[in-house]
């Protein structure tokens, strides 16, 4: 076993409002979808950027893992993403 601690696997999730199936012309009907022209994408992060003092992975969709999106790790296209999103976190495996 080595001292060294494992990276953090953020999954980026983009999605976009669409109408719902019981869409207004008031906008009260929309919904949050995967985006269309976007898959999610993953991407690894150092152990100190992704855990909170006490080394806790942040929760997924959270605040602090919702920051992670600005990360240099992450595509460029993640960091300019301005639709809503949500942000997944996991140990990465050790190989």
């Avoid at 207004?24 to 992704?50: C, H, I, M, Y």
């Amino acid at each position: 076993m080595t001292n060294e601690k494992s990276n953090i696997v953020v999954t980026f999730n983009p999605q976009e409002w669409v109408d719902g199936p019981y869409h207004l012309d008031d906008g009260a009907d929309k919904q949050l979808n995967p985006a269309e022209n976007r898959d999610s994408v993953t991407f690894e992060v150092p152990w100190e950027d992704g855990t909170d003092e006490e080394g806790t992975i942040f929760p997924d969709e959270s605040y602090e893992a919702n920051q992670l999106q600005s990360h240099p790790a992450a595509p460029e296209w993640v960091q300019n993403w301005e639709g809503p999103y949500y942000v997944r976190t996991e140990l990465a495996d050790d190989e």
